[in-house]
């Protein structure tokens, strides 16, 4: 009989892990586009030095992040930014993600790339990323690779001290009302986008944000954000005609005969479950959106509602639950319709196992993180960002077993995106790309040519505890 409960409860889980998330793979084998539309200098210092960036100990003291940079040359930086996103992705990377069976692209965005959200006497961002975001999604689009819209950068700064929040500083204002109220109207603007252009349709996902301040006490009003995000993403579907599982749209395919007509319907509806400041920052989205619109060529705002494509509900994503500490939110409440989960894992910073190799396997041979989401509704599961980097010299003879037991170990969820699909090889970056790099840890052999594979499927076997 317990035998029985057990096994039964055992299927109940199985399915819940394998549940299919609309226009994801299965399985996820993907790579971050890191770099490409937020830069981080550490990533490729020669051509950051080559284009006016400088490096230093403390990232607030130089110009070391996209802020500084377009503070400090308003005149060039679009210029010099548009030869940046040109050359980082180009559709030479895309043909090696294709021979690498990559079948899922995370991209990393910062707010200011909706460029009417930026208060220009106060922010400095380079413009025309938009544009390259389009060009970049129509070449992934056609290589039939899912992309996950990562709002990496956040409005007022999300994490301090950091490059890969845009500007670096200790002055932390996301958390506020305002800035999650600008984060809002970029998550409308990008679910219209990725269901109105054409270029966008391989867009399956869009995560709320990346990696907030671990302490919850330090993120008030996270949660009440996650609930916000939610509603804003699933009624912008419901204006362009999109089901949601348990809501009927208000709009009447006759009467709406645009993208802006039919938001502002929804933004006007009481009836229906989004909150006001959802529905306010719905009505701020539509003249942003019908510039956004115009930049990338694209009719929706006056297209008529009858042409638009149908498509399917994007998933929406957030770190999961156990990123924080110290009583957060949980986002598996805030779900309507298809989410998905992301966690980050780096042993290199320290903190998670003991810096050596036995430490390394033992800690990710017997990884518990799946489960421990799972139990608080936190699945499906990705490992969105991770790498090879380690605390000590690894040889590559280790740097093989590292890769394949992290993605036994990922793979038992719905998937991994490696950190970064690529770094800079130069005299000044040393070496960086061996540990950093997928295509150069392919180039390596430390990655199997075939995603899905391992060089030794029981990797893990001496290291699983019984
Ligand atoms: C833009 O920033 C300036 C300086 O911080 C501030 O005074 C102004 O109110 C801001 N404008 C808007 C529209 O928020």
């Known amino acids: 009989m317990l035998a029985t409960l057990a096994y039964f409860s055992f299927l109940a889980a199985s399915v819940a892990l394998a549940r299919a998330l609309p226009g994801l793979p299965d399985k996820i084998y993907g790579v971050n586009l890191g770099s490409w539309l937020v830069l981080e200098a550490w990533m490729l210092p020669a051509e950051w030095i080559a ?99 990562d709002h990496h950068a956040l409005p007022g700064v999300a994490s301090p001290g950091q490059m890969f929040a845009g500007r670096c500083t200790n002055d932390v204002e996301f958390y506020t009302p305002y800035n999650y109220h600008r984060a809002l109207i970029w998550t409308a603007v990008m679910t219209a986008l990725s269901h109105l252009d054409p270029d966008f349709g391989t867009v399956a996902a869009i995560e709320a944000m990346n990696e907030p301040i671990m302490d919850a006490n330090q993120t008030p009003g996270l949660g009440g954000f996650q609930v916000n995000f939610v509603q804003t993403v699933r009624a912008v579907e419901l204006a362009l005609g999109i089901p949601v599982s348990g809501m009927s749209s208000p709009v009447s395919r006759r009467g709406a005969s645009t993208a802006a007509d039919a938001i502002s319907q929804v933004a006007a509806s009481t009836s229906m479950k989004f909150n006001e400041e959802v529905r306010q920052a719905l009505v701020e989205s539509i003249p942003i959106l019908a510039s956004v619109l115009q930049q990338l060529n694209v009719a929706g705002s006056t297209a008529n509602l009858k042409s638009w494509p149908k498509r399917q509900s994007l998933v929406t994503t957030f770190m999961d639950i156990n990123w924080q500490f110290n009583n957060p939110a949980n986002p598996a409440d805030a779900a309507i319709g298809p989410q998905g989960y992301d966690n980050h894992l780096y042993y290199s910073f320290g903190g998670v196992a003991d810096a050596n190799e036995n430490a390394y396997l033992t800690s990710v041979c ?63 970056a040393g070496d960086l790309a ?9 180039r390596l052999g430390f990655f199997t040519q075939d995603p899905s594979k391992l060089h030794d499927p029981n990797v893990c076997a001496p290291y699983i505890s019984a």
């Open 51 to 149: 284009m006016g960036g400088q490096q230093c100990n403390d990232c607030s003291q130089c110009i070391a992040t996209e802020f500084a940079f377009a503070q400090a040359y308003p005149d060039t930086v679009d210029e010099k930014f548009k030869t940046h996103w040109e050359t980082w992705f180009a559709q030479s990377d895309v043909d090696d993600l294709v021979s690498a069976g990559i079948n899922t692209v995370r991209i990393p965005l910062g707010y200011w790339i909706v460029e009417p959200l930026v208060n220009r006497t106060s922010e400095f961002y380079p413009r025309g990323g938009i544009v390259e975001l389009q060009r970049g999604l129509k070449q992934l689009k056609k290589a039939g690779i899912a992309a996950i819209l």
């Open 366 to 428: 017997n990884l518990n993180r799946i489960q421990s989401d799972a139990a608080l509704g936190n699945t499906p599961l990705w490992f969105g960002e991770w790498g090879l980097p380690t605390q000590f010299s690894a040889s590559d003879e280790f740097l093989f077993k590292w890769a394949d037991a992290q993605k036994f170990s990922y793979s038992k969820g719905a998937g991994w995106i490696f950190w970064n699909f690529k770094v800079e090889k130069s005299a000044l």
């Open 434 to 442: 061996r540990q950093w790099s997928y295509m150069e840890g392919l």
